[in-house]
């Protein structure tokens, strides 16, 4: 029941999360956006992971989950109606900042729930079951928008985005216990010891992928021809990250070496995006590529935190993650924007996340998990 509340909760953050791709054309029209702030755009949602991450990963170590699951839904509901409602460009990236927070402490919160439910029995599985949910909502988004659009227009488009936040609250509130014994325990008595320097490589390597995979979502529908088509062309990546994320936590639950598997993650992006600035990819391929790697990073990393810490630490420790990885989700599509705007040249910005992705594979030779205490 945690899981499916989980997987529900998760899918209203990815339809809001992946929104701004699919609305480039108006909201460039309407608010003469240049592409660097359409990158801004897209990234702001995780600046407040940058700041909140490790307060609330901590927090969420002694705070009543369901309350706090509650809590994070209704900031997401108030983002949602800003940026439906937004009359210039402030105001749509104000939404974007608020639901981020709420999106934040609902992340957090999920991820270490599933880690503590399903510690040392399918963690994996579990994990791409949860991380699958995302680009589940990436294809819905992208199938359903000229639709919506069509009919509803993108303010209206966004208002059912919001109900569907609105319709995740029942269920957490059924599925999320009132509150989760021994965590603050424990958290008391390994408070006072730092982390472990295979976290610190994780989070970095974290980073660099969504430096690097995030900007794919948001410049890839124009690389690939624009319009309906582009967006359909981009949602290969999820089609396939809808079905290879839970076979992939299922074979990193029968083989172990979740370090191994983020590495070869990472070295299959380093070389998609080389061969698509060689222009040696075409985009059915390119997607493809990129949702095979997207089905194998997300569940691997999700299952490390809680090997490599104490269990009343895990909070903290997906914080530590979650904060570099939105830096990192704020910096990839901004970076490509700029590059975007100071050349036409499409190579220039697969290159530019081509060398961020391999500084990421370089970080995950760092990490090797370590048996909880």
């Known amino acids: 029941m945690v899981l499916a509340s989980a997987m529900v909760s998760f899918f209203s953050v990815g339809m809001t999360f992946f929104v701004v791709p699919p609305l480039i054309g108006q909201l460039r029209g309407l608010f003469a956006l240049s592409n660097l702030e359409i990158g801004l755009l897209m990234g702001s949602i995780a600046v407040p992971a940058i700041l909140l991450s490790l307060p609330f990963g901590e927090a969420l170590d002694r705070w009543p989950p369901r309350a706090a699951g509650l809590a994070g839904l209704a900031v997401m509901l108030v983002g949602a109606a800003l940026f439906a409602v937004a ?127 995030a900007a794919v979502p948001t410049f890839a529908p124009e690389w690939a021809g624009g319009g309906a088509a582009g967006l359909l062309m981009t949602s290969v990546v999820t089609w396939v990250a809808l079905f290879g994320t839970p076979l992939a936590g299922g074979l990193i639950d029968r083989t172990g070496g979740a370090d191994r598997w983020c590495i070869a993650g990472l070295g299959m992006l380093t070389v998609t995006l080389t061969l698509m600035a060689a222009g040696a990819l075409p985009p059915a391929a390119a997607m493809v590529a990129v949702g095979l790697v997207a089905s194998v990073v997300p569940p691997a990393v999700y299952s490390l935190p809680e090997r490599l810490v104490p269990t009343g630490r895990v909070g903290l420790a997906f914080g530590f993650i979650t904060a570099l990885s939105n830096l990192g989700t704020v910096v990839g599509p901004a970076l490509a924007g700029a590059v975007r705007d100071a050349t036409p040249s499409w190579p220039a910005v697969w290159a530019t996340l081509a060398f961020v992705a391999l500084l990421g594979l370089g970080a995950t030779f760092l990490t090797r998990p370590a048996r909880n205490p």
């Open 87 to 213: 009359p210039g460009y402030g105001w749509l990236v104000l939404g974007r900042l608020v639901f981020g927070v709420g999106a934040l402490l609902l992340n957090l919160l999920l991820a270490r729930l599933l880690s503590m439910a399903f510690a040392g029995r399918e963690l994996a599985l579990a994990m791409g079951l949860f991380t699958g949910v995302y680009p589940a909502s990436m294809i819905v988004l992208f199938s359903l928008h000229p639709w919506l659009v069509t009919h509803l227009g993108w303010r209206g488009e966004m208002g059912v985005l919001a109900v569907l936040v609105l319709l995740a609250m029942p269920l957490h509130a059924l599925a999320v216990p009132a509150c989760v014994p021994d965590g603050g325990a424990k958290r008391l008595a390994t408070g006072s010891h730092g982390l472990p320097p295979a976290l610190i490589a994780l989070g970095v390597a974290w980073m660099l992928y969504f430096a690097a995979f």
